[in-house]
């Protein structure tokens, strides 16, 4: 530290690191506000069922082979993987190793982690603003409508967003005292997050590199070289895993899904890298929105983007409020020393904010609703720190003007966010307003010898005013089954394309490109779930959003009243099994529901096959995987436009007789079965036309046969 450094002395009097420990009540209440937390997320946990079946059937995969677990392979039998490292799939495949195949098995340990998250958050902001800091922290992220759908959902964002919230703890735990080993931890924590879902875990390295680079009070030398070295931990924790796949035989491992030439790398850098920014991603159903607010078929892009109208119900509630404060914040402690922890803070969660959000409002390709998960830790903090220190400094009239302008714009906003949803609680709005204003009113006239009754009705009322609008559309998100490709937070705010528990934004042609393989589709899945188990989309009571009944020939966490066909009780009339149907281009968002006569058919001599079956699309390939537990391939991973299996391949595998049957219909290159080069719109891969040529050779060379309201074709039959 310099000598002006030691002179400059913080003007802000934060609560300083707990030298003389937290108050008795701390411990206690944080105890019990994770555990209200994790009651309310595990709270009707099962009505998602097997949520995005597409990571389900890897889940089921990887329980039942190591080696599949290792790829992240959609299949036991290792014919593909999902599009995305296999960090997020460990958990849950382990857990379900352990409990067997349920929704409970699969999305529990998502909800541990948002638990994980809100105690790293807790003790974050505790360690160097104080107890009611933390406190505030976890409430405003538990309340956070896309954390309350992400970390009960078995997308990858659950893990990501927990990794990145260590990532941003662990440096500040750095920049205390100058530790290596924090930094340590901190690099390990990004190459985790890298293989959880590869670029994106970048994001927040350029602010924290340059924080510590500048803040730490260690010598310049040193400073660099402690960066230095959590590169490289960083580069080994990520980077193990891409070696081994990177220099195994391809024929040793399963193809490397989303990708053209079986390259994980191709698609870190393609699809999954730059593809996102510049709306290039090879394999993908079109897309691309022009930056500078120009428009596309992920949405319009810009500064204002986390604010539309299909996203900011889901994150942008308090974003207004986390902006200010951390302006605020950034203001009361420009004087403080270079060394100074309070204003470290401010950056580093700002920092990640700022940069994670200005990605997310530009980005030219693929982009959903549920990404903006990333962003409810680095709003939680800056919001209970920036309050924090705001009411320390209350005796001075413009940080309470600052605070009860801040409550002001947040319960403004929340009406205009309420009013996208006119039709739910519709008397909300106005009473967020009238409370927030007078609560607003209140914290500027309490000054720091108020009267202590005034002071606490205002920050009550303020609370209760600011925070009422997430609340309730995380309320609405709890009790609301998500299943399928495409998944939003909170009531239909009629701007996307579905009701309660789904909603996609518009993809090319007006439909959803979903996560994790789901490049395409030119609808809103069908049948995003309700709590009465009907559908939203152009199909009622079928599973809600495609998801395939579970094994035994039910679907989990139902609880409609339709009568189903065959065997999918509680949720109506199932679609016509490996038809295309309503699952959108062929089934390539939701795949089938599996009816009895269709499992029967492929359990029947399944111990015989490698595969026992095999379909375009992995949606359409999951459906009958999760209904058997028998490994389904699919052909092209996930849209068909995989060049895997070739025609040669495939025949190969015919021949040796590893499958039993092929579904007919599904995906991009195969719908009904037919020939033809499979056009998706910009960017599709060659792989569209590979799974084309299987279907037609399959058709003209093979028997067909039917079971319940699917058809499918005999492998071990052929015509002639």
């Known amino acids: 530290m310099t000598p002006s450094d030691a002179a400059a002395a913080p003007p802000v009097r934060v609560p300083t690191p707990p030298a003389t420990g937290a108050p008795r009540w701390a411990r206690p209440a944080l105890y019990g506000l994770l555990l209200a937390v994790g009651l309310a997320y595990f709270w009707n946990l099962s009505a998602s069922g097997y949520a995005n079946s597409f990571y389900s059937a890897a889940v089921q995969a990887g329980s039942e082979s190591w080696k599949a677990l290792f790829f992240g392979s959609l299949d036991s039998g290792g014919a593909i993987t999902v599009d995305k490292p296999p960090a997020a799939l460990w958990p849950m495949a382990l857990s379900v190793r352990l409990f067997g ?126 960066l230095a070295l959590s590169a490289l931990t960083m580069v080994a924790a990520g980077g193990w895993w891409v070696a081994i796949v990177e220099l195994m035989p391809a024929s040793s491992r399963p193809y490397v899904g989303g990708s053209q030439n079986n390259s994980f790398l191709e698609l870190t850098f393609g699809y999954n890298g730059l593809g996102r920014i510049n709306g290039e991603e090879t394999g993908s159903v079109g897309g691309g929105g022009r930056g500078g607010g120009g ?28 902006l200010i404060l951390l302006v605020a914040g950034l203001w009361l402690t420009r004087r403080a020393a270079r060394t100074d922890s309070a204003r470290a803070a401010f950056v580093a969660w700002g920092g990640a904010l700022v940069m994670t959000a200005a990605v997310f409002s530009f980005m030219a390709g693929i982009f959903h609703q549920y990404y903006t998960v990333a962003l409810a830790p680095y709003v939680a903090a800056l919001v209970a720190m920036g309050v924090t220190v705001l009411w320390e400094e209350r005796g001075a009239w413009w940080p309470r003007a600052v605070l009860a302008g801040t409550v002001a714009v947040t319960v403004v906003w929340a009406y205009v966010l309420l009013g996208r949803t006119p039709d739910y609680l519709p008397w909300l709005r106005w009473a967020v307003l009238a409370a927030g204003l007078a609560g607003a009113l209140g914290l500027f006239a309490v000054g720091r010898s108020g009267g202590r009754g005034l002071a606490l009705a205002a920050v009550g009322l303020s609370c209760a005013a600011s925070l009422a609008g997430p609340a309730a559309y995380t309320v609405s998100t709890l009790s609301t089954g998500h299943q399928g490709s495409i998944v939003t937070a909170g009531p ?84 016509r099994a490996g038809g295309g149907g309503d699952g959108g281009m062929g089934g390539l968002l939701n795949g089938a529901s599996v009816d009895a006569a269709a499992k029967a058919l492929l359990e029947k001599g399944a111990d015989d096959y490698t595969w026992v079956a095999a379909a375009v699309g992995a949606q359409n390939a999951a459906s009958y995987q999760l209904s058997t537990g028998r490994p389904v391939m699919a052909i092209g991973g996930f849209n068909g436009s995989d060049p895997s299996p070739t025609l ?26 037919r020939g033809g080069e499979g056009r998706g719109g910009g960017g599709m891969g060659g792989g569209a036309g590979t799974s084309s040529q299987i279907s037609s050779w399959v058709t003209e060379n093979f028997t067909e046969v039917t079971a319940g309201g699917a058809m499918f074709y005999d492998l071990t039959r052929p015509t002639s």
């Open 101 to 226: 195949l349920s929704s409970w098995a699969i999305l529990a340990p998502q909800v541990l982690m948002a638990l994980a998250t809100a105690a790293v958050l807790n003790t974050a902001v505790r360690r160097r603003f104080g107890p009611v800091a933390g406190l505030l922290a976890v409430g405003v992220f538990a309340l956070t409508p896309v954390a309350a759908l992400m970390f009960r959902f078995n997308n990858p964002d659950a893990l990501l967003a927990l990794l990145m919230t260590v990532t941003v703890w662990c440096v500040l735990r750095a920049l205390e005292r100058g530790r290596t080993k924090w930094l340590l931890w901190a690099g390990a924590a990004v190459g985790l997050a890298f293989l959880t879902k590869t670029l994106q875990a970048f994001l927040i390295l350029p602010p924290l590199a340059v924080l510590y680079a500048v803040c730490a009070p260690v010598s310049v030398r040193r400073r660099f070289g402690q």
């Open 295 to 322: 428009g596309g078929g992920w949405g319009e892009t810009g500064i204002g983007r986390m604010f539309d109208a299909d996203i900011g119900g889901q994150i942008a509630w308090l974003l207004p409020a986390a």
């Open 492 to 575: 239909s705010a009629g701007f996307g394309m579905g009701g309660p528990g789904g909603g996609g934004r518009g993809g090319p042609g007006g439909g959803p490109d979903g996560e994790g393989g789901q490049r395409g589709g030119m609808r809103q899945p069908p049948g995003q779930g309700t709590p009465s188990g009907q559908g939203q989309g152009s199909q009622q009571g079928r599973a809600p959003g495609g998801m395939p009944t579970g094994p035994g020939g039910s679907a989990p966490g139902g609880t409609g009243t339709g009568t189903g066909a065959g065997a999918n009780p509680g949720f109506g009339e199932a679609r």
């Open 648 to 673: 040669a391949q495939f025949k190969e595998y015919v021949g040796e007789g590893k499958i039993h049957y092929f579904v007919s219909g599904g995906g991009m290159g195969g719908q009904e079965g």
